[in-house]
């Protein structure tokens, strides 16, 4: 079975080697650096087997993007005190979506009227949006890039209506394929990062249903969370034009 990998990060200037992965299912770590291929060196190396391969890499490589203890405890909130964050975030809050249906949608009035007339209200008196409008009036970044299965699933269809709604209040909405998403190696997770120093990974059951928050500060996952925020820009178009892209299409 094909490993899943996750790109950790590389201190290399130039976006190549050497370069740290971690498998997401084992937790090996794969290590990419300058071979070590002379015999005289080898034969110093203890333990080596016959299928083994030797890699040198700089110690700032493994200090920066390596493992920092043997077993990561998540630190985790509650729904509370992740929404206060909403409302202390300093400049920038942005969003990465990838799952294919949210619960908590499905819940929503807005959902029955959204199935009903294929368009989501505009709800913009809710505490979201009032919130929202006013982080962006006084000058705040709030933004989020859209994961969009092909087809598109019924929630995402509902997401992408909705979008007219966060466009209102000021967020920068974008959307791009899967497939797209796969391309620019961007995660299965769904997260936000505030002020480029606090990640909030997102946490849902089987059912779709939000129950709790990974808080990451450490500064390099920070800093990996923030080159994924980077790439889904990138790769992503505003949502106006995604969805006139979906309405050619059907």
Request: glycine share 8%.
């Amino acid at each position: 079975m094909m490993r899943r990998l996750r790109f950790n990060g590389t201190d290399s200037k130039n976006g190549g080697c050497p370069a740290v992965h971690e498998d997401l299912d084992t937790g090996e770590f794969i290590v990419q650096g300058r071979p070590v291929t002379d015999p005289e060196d080898i034969a110093q190396l203890q333990h080596f087997g016959p299928g083994d391969a030797a890699v040198a890499v700089p110690r700032e490589l493994l200090v920066n993007h390596g493992p920092k203890e043997m077993e990561r405890v998540p630190d985790l909130i509650g729904p509370d005190e992740f929404g206060r964050l909403f409302h202390t975030f300093k400049h920038s809050a942005w969003h990465l979506e990838t799952r294919r249906g949210y619960a908590s949608d499905r819940e929503d009035a807005g959902y029955a009227e959204f199935l009903a007339t294929g368009e989501a209200p505009l709800d913009l008196d809710s505490e979201w949006c009032t919130n929202i409008r006013r982080q962006t009036g006084s000058g705040k970044y709030v933004g989020r890039v859209r994961v969009v299965d092909n087809p598109p699933t019924e929630g995402q269809r509902f997401l992408l209506s909705y979008a007219r709604c966060n466009a209102v209040t000021g967020e920068d909405v974008r959307n791009l394929w899967r497939e797209e998403a796969v391309s620019a190696h961007l995660p299965d997770e769904d997260f936000w990062v505030f002020d480029s120093r606090l990640v909030a990974i997102l946490r849902f059951n089987d059912e779709d249903i939000f129950h709790d928050v990974e808080i990451v500060t450490e500064p390099a996952e920070v800093l990996r969370y923030c080159q994924v925020r980077d790439a889904a820009v990138h790769a992503s178009v505003p949502y106006e034009q995604f969805a006139a892209r979906l309405d050619r299409k059907g």
